[in-house]
Structures are given as structure tokens and as C-alpha cells.
Nanobody, 115 residues
Framework: QVQLAEFGGGLVQAGGSLRLSCAASVSGFSINTIGWYRQPPGKQRELVAEMPSGGSPRYADSVKGRFTISRDNANNMVYLQMNNLKPEDTAVYYC?????????WGQGTQVTVSS
């Protein structure tokens, strides 16, 4: 069974930075699109950033210029560098992978930004 495991969440003050990591249990080269969603308290899950294999990254408008996604297929990893964090970035962040017509989700990691 394919698994994704997220690391790096935590509590940070507004204006600070965090780096999320996600490790896949399968080869990164077998994953079509990989990225991050988030679910703020009381709201629906929303796309944060994604990176298709061999393609350009795509970001939610709310994080453009502040977040950077990168993937390392050789080590089966994807990262989300989050800079200039805002209280509205507070959410559970989920790593996802689209592979062989199926979506795989991680368990999520909490990111809390204090004002």
C-alpha cells in the first residue's frame, strides 16, 4: 500500500517560515502529480501547490510569492517552503500524490501561525 508521510509542521509567529516535507513509499518517478492541500479550521480542503512530473508548479493565489514547492524524485520526496507566514495560513496541511489514476493522501500535519 502506497503511503505518504508529512513532516515539519508546528507553531510559528506571523512573518516566520516553515518547511514541510513529504516522504512517499514509492518511487517519485512513478508519481504523476504531487503536492499539498490544506484545510483551515471550519473550512473545506483547498489546493496550496502542486507539481506535475516534468511540468511547472501551480500555486493558489493566496500563497504565490511566499510558498515554493519542490520535488525530489530520486529520494521520493516533496517539499513546501513557506515564507512570510500569515495567521490565515493556519491549517492542517496534507501531502497528496496522483499516481496511476488514483489519489493518495498523507495523514496531515498541523501548521499554526500566531499573530
Amino acid at each position: 500500500q502506497v503511503q505518504l508521510a508529512e513532516f515539519g509542521g508546528g507553531l510559528v509567529q506571523a512573518g516566520g517560515s516553515l518547511r514541510l516535507s513529504c516522504a512517499a513509499s514509492v518511487s517519485g518517478f512513478s508519481i504523476n502529480t504531487i503536492g499539498w492541500y490544506r484545510q483551515p479550521p471550519g473550512k473545506q480542503r483547498e489546493l496550496v501547490a502542486e507539481m506535475p512530473s516534468g511540468g511547472s508548479p501551480r500555486y493558489a493565489d493566496s500563497v504565490k510569492g511566499r510558498f515554493t514547492i519542490s520535488r525530489d524524485n530520486a529520494n521520493n520526496m516533496v517539499y513546501l517552503q513557506m515564507n512570510n507566514l500569515k495567521p490565515e495560513d493556519t491549517a492542517v496541511y496534507y501531502c497528496f500524490a496522483y499516481r496511476y489514476s488514483s489519489y493518495i493522501w498523507g495523514q496531515g500535519t498541523q501548521v499554526t501561525v500566531s499573530s
